[in-house]
């Protein structure tokens, strides 16, 4: 009836050792679901951060907090990794330059979110706006946005990346409205981006529509604008110097 998979056998030898070492009632019980208990909650957070479709599965534990160190301050981070502003329904932006770490830090808190019990969702801003736009011509777009409503952390990424966006969602703002409508101030969203608030309304093509996206989103919002080095251009790998031919 609890759905703890304990055979007789275990539960025999349990007894037993019960029995010889003199367990109370209440260590007979710890001793007997710990286990069980901690593989249902390994098995329940891999199935969340499966769910949650990580581009990848990052940790700050393996982040490089040392080579933007002053403009990345770790224990702010570690605060966001706690999940305590999905439990207080707030949103958070990340924005700055490329290659600075924006979309590894989000992942990694993500995936803490995940292991804490929250329900994750994580895609890129170009992927979302194709599935909505989908769901214009196939006429599901309400379906498609209460799934992404549903989720206690939202993250959008690579959110001004690139111009697909314009490009193939001519209803960019819209949609983005209906997002953040369906979830501001129920469910937590993040957001990563490259280019200034300020430029959202000639981004997105509806300066209106784009300006009460932003509003939903930074109402009592975490903003990190994060500086520094990009990390894949110090990671690049620099052509060696020709060899001197001899004449």
């Given at each position: ?11 025999d ?15 007979f ?7 069980q208990?901690?593989q ?6 891999a199935?969340?951060?499966?769910e ?19 403009a990345?301050?770790r ?6 990794a ?21 979309s ?6 993500g ?37 992404y409503?549903?989720f ?34 129920k469910?937590?969203?993040a ?6 608030f300020?430029?959202?309304?000639e981004?997105l ?10 509003d ?13 080095r ?9 052509p060696?110097?020709?060899?001197n031919?001899?004449e």
């Amino acid at each position: 009836m609890l759905r703890v998979p304990l055979t007789a056998a275990q539960l025999d030898a349990a007894l037993a050792q019960a029995a010889k070492d003199g367990w109370s009632a209440l260590e007979f019980l710890h001793r007997l679901i710990t286990d069980q208990a901690g593989q249902r909650r390994e098995r329940s957070t891999a199935r969340r951060i499966h769910e949650a479709y990580f581009a990848e599965l990052k940790t700050l534990a393996s982040f490089d907090w040392d080579f933007n160190a002053k403009a990345i301050r770790r224990v702010h981070i570690e605060e966001l990794a706690t999940g305590d502003f999905i439990r207080r329904r707030q949103n958070l932006v990340l924005a700055g330059h490329s290659g600075v770490g924006k979309s590894f830090l989000v992942q990694a808190i993500g995936q803490a979110a995940c292991v804490q019990g929250h329900r994750v969702r994580y895609i890129t801003s170009a992927a979302l706006l194709q599935n909505l736009t989908a769901g214009l011509a196939d006429r599901t777009l309400p379906e498609r946005v209460r799934y992404y409503a549903r989720f206690e952390l939202l993250i959008i990424d690579e959110f001004g990346f690139d111009r697909i966006e314009r490009s193939e969602a001519p209803h960019a703002a819209s949609l983005l409205y209906k997002i953040m409508d369906a979830r501001s101030q129920k469910v937590s969203t993040a957001l990563v981006t490259n280019i200034d608030f300020e430029a959202w309304g000639e981004y997105l093509g509806d300066p209106p529509l784009a300006m009460a996206f932003l509003d939903r989103l930074v109402d009592g919002a975490i903003i990190l604008k994060i500086t520094g080095r990009s990390y894949r251009a110090h990671r690049a790998v620099q052509p060696a110097a020709p060899a001197n031919l001899p004449e």
